[in-house]
């Protein structure tokens, strides 16, 4: 399984971006999906998982930012990031399956995408 994020760039605080993820090897739709995020220094962590009934989770630090998405035709997963902060400055990655819960679970990764927010 290969899941390639995408739309990662440099954004000012208050900015906005929208990562992808598309996958061509499974149907995103019948597995959870979601994202995970490793920033400078720090351990990786789940940033959003989505089931495959669509129920989506938010880790605290983005909950009312960020949003996940999925476009089943197109078999893409999306991040909605609104209003970064440079504390969301990470190498953000999709994967699959995830689960979440105290200690979220994420599968399969593919390579990052890059997301810098400064002023």
């Known amino acids: 399984v290969q899941l390639q994020a995408s739309g990662g760039g440099s954004v000012q605080p208050g900015g906005s971006l929208r990562l992808s993820c598309a996958q061509s090897r499974i149907t995103l739709e019948h597995y959870p999906s979601g994202w995970l995020r490793q920033r400078p220094g720090e351990e990786r962590e789940g940033v959003s998982c989505?089931?495959?009934?669509?129920?989506?989770s938010y880790s605290d630090s983005v909950k009312g930012r960020f949003t996940i998405s999925r476009d089943n035709a197109n078999n893409t997963l999306y991040l909605q990031m609104t209003n970064l902060t440079p504390d969301d400055t990470a190498v953000y990655y999709c994967?699959?399956?995830?689960?979440?819960?105290?200690?979220?679970?994420?599968?399969?990764r593919g390579p990052g995408t890059q997301v810098t927010v400064s002023s």
């Open positions: 994967a699959t399956p995830c689960r979440w819960g105290q200690i979220p679970f994420f599968g399969t």
């Open positions: 989505m089931q495959a009934d669509g129920t989506a």
